[in-house]
């Protein structure tokens, strides 16, 4: 089936969303302890959400890259993704006037780039995965209002990991990704292609 090129593909409900994040034990163990990001994580810095498992795996080495050895899901409000998008600046201009583009980069609190979504074996695929880059505000509702719950999936992580080192078919240990609806303003915000805005798998 033909995916289109810059699509977000994420488990969702009609309420919330999950996304990835992989930290070192130090972070990662006190954020699943009190269901919220707490201290040693640091506000201040940008943190990078994603909705795409594999992109995560890709980016973590299915949790074994150092710093990186605790994968966890955090399932976030759909209201609060869809503010930061309204809110995003791209990384890159992607043809926008360069002026108007290093105002709103300026402005936005958060990123959005598109990178090439990855098989189980790291390859990179034709379509791309929307990474969510939060800084100052963003991140503040990210860790207070828009966190639903914080799941620690390392287990997972690197029981795919083996499986696919050991040349099995891991598609039916995958997450559930389906297509997520994007309100067309949004879509054409951050440059998606697809633009539907009703999902055939929620009541």
């Known amino acids: 089936m033909s995916?289109?090129?810059r699509q977000i593909r994420a488990v969702h409900t009609g309420a919330s969303i999950t996304v990835y994040q992989a930290y070192d034990p130090a972070i990662a163990g006190p954020a699943v302890a009190a269901q919220r990001f707490v201290p040693p994580f640091r506000r201040e810095r940008m943190t990078w959400i994603k909705p795409s498992f594999l992109w995560m795996m890709y980016r973590c080495g299915y949790a074994t890259k150092p710093g990186q050895t605790r994968v966890l899901a955090v399932e976030i409000t759909r209201d609060g993704f869809e503010w930061a998008l309204g809110h995003a600046c791209p990384s890159h201009p992607d043809g926008a006037d360069p002026?108007?583009?290093?105002?709103?980069?300026?402005e936005s609190p958060v990123?959005?780039?598109?990178?090439?979504?990855?098989?189980?074996?790291?390859?990179?695929?034709?379509?791309?995965?929307?990474?969510?880059?939060?800084?100052?505000?963003a991140v503040t509702r990210y860790l207070d209002r828009w966190t639903v719950?914080?799941?620690?999936?390392?287990?997972?992580?690197?029981?795919?990991?083996?499986?696919?080192?050991?040349g099995r078919d891991v598609t039916p240990m995958l997450p559930d990704e389906r297509p997520y609806p994007l309100p067309e303003p949004l879509a054409r915000s951050v440059g998606a292609t697809d633009t539907a805005i009703s999902d055939p798998h929620l009541p």
Do not use: F
Request: aromatic share 4%; no cysteine; glycine share 8%.
């Open 3 to 5: 995916v289109p090129h």
């Open 149 to 166: 719950s914080i799941t620690d999936v390392t287990g997972l992580a690197r029981e795919i990991g083996q499986a696919v080192r050991a």
């Open 99 to 106: 002026a108007e583009w290093r105002r709103r980069l300026r």
């Open 111 to 137: 990123r959005v780039q598109w990178d090439p979504e990855r098989d189980p074996h790291h390859n990179p695929l034709p379509h791309r995965s929307i990474q969510v880059g939060l800084s100052g505000e």
